[in-house]
């Protein structure tokens, strides 16, 4: 089963994909993560993303692309789960592509809903229990960068709302519980409708 989780950022995707890895033996596959991976190794790559991911804008189709396209091609285990990718219409265009040449297909869009102050607050507060625990926060989880992210997200993502939404495959959940509210409201989805073969 092949699925994406999509929302703003500090929706929780990161949290509920690590809860499916555990649970349903799935690869999360985060662009944010391959993308900060590349940063810290220093390849030419990472230096050329790291100002636009500080600044919380999007680094190009080409690059994020590129990045699922290497993972597709591996280990699928329990399925792949997409966690902030695809961003824009044209990264969904093209992972349509890409399911497809690797004889795999979308089985759920889930859409985590958090009103915006929850997010900034969320990601502000993330930020400050890094420092607190003597590790370094994420450079693009300040006010102004997420303010950023969340226009980036507003005019560039959500239009995947309605393209997902026309495909037939959206399910939009309440994101604002518990860890757990969220997760069971994810496996009723998964476990749910149309979608088949999973425990
Ligand atoms: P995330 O960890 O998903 O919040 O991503 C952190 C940052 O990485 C984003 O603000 C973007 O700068 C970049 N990024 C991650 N995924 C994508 C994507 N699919 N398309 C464009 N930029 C991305």
């Not at 400050?128 to 997200?153: C, F, H, P, Q, T």
Request: charged content about 30%; hydrophobic content about 40%; proline content about 2%.
């Amino acid at each position: 089963m092949n699925i994406i989780l999509l929302g703003p950022p500090g929706a929780g995707k990161g949290t509920q994909a690590g809860m499916l890895v555990a649970d349903r033996d799935m690869i999360q596959l985060s662009t944010g993560d391959m993308l900060r991976a590349a940063r810290t190794s220093g390849t030419e790559m990472g230096k050329i993303v790291a100002d636009v991911m500080d600044k919380g804008e999007l680094v190009t189709d080409e690059i994020v692309i590129g990045l699922i396209r290497e993972q597709l091609e591996g280990d699928k285990k329990g399925g792949f789960i997409f966690d902030g990718f695809p961003r824009t219409l044209a990264q969904a265009d093209a992972l349509a592509d890409l399911l497809e040449e690797n004889g795999e297909q979308l089985d759920a869009v889930i859409e985590m809903q958090v009103d915006d102050d929850t997010l900034v607050k969320r990601i502000v507060g993330r930020a400050a229990e890094a420092v607190a625990a003597g590790k370094e926060a994420r450079a693009d989880d300040n006010e102004d960068s997420v303010r950023i992210r969340l226009m980036e997200y507003y005019k560039k993502t959500a239009p995947l709302i309605g393209y997902y939404h026309a495909k037939g495959n959206l399910t939009s959940i309440d994101g604002l519980g518990t860890m757990d509210e969220v997760k069971s409201a994810i496996s009723a989805v998964l476990n749910g409708g149309d979608i088949i073969g999973n425990g």
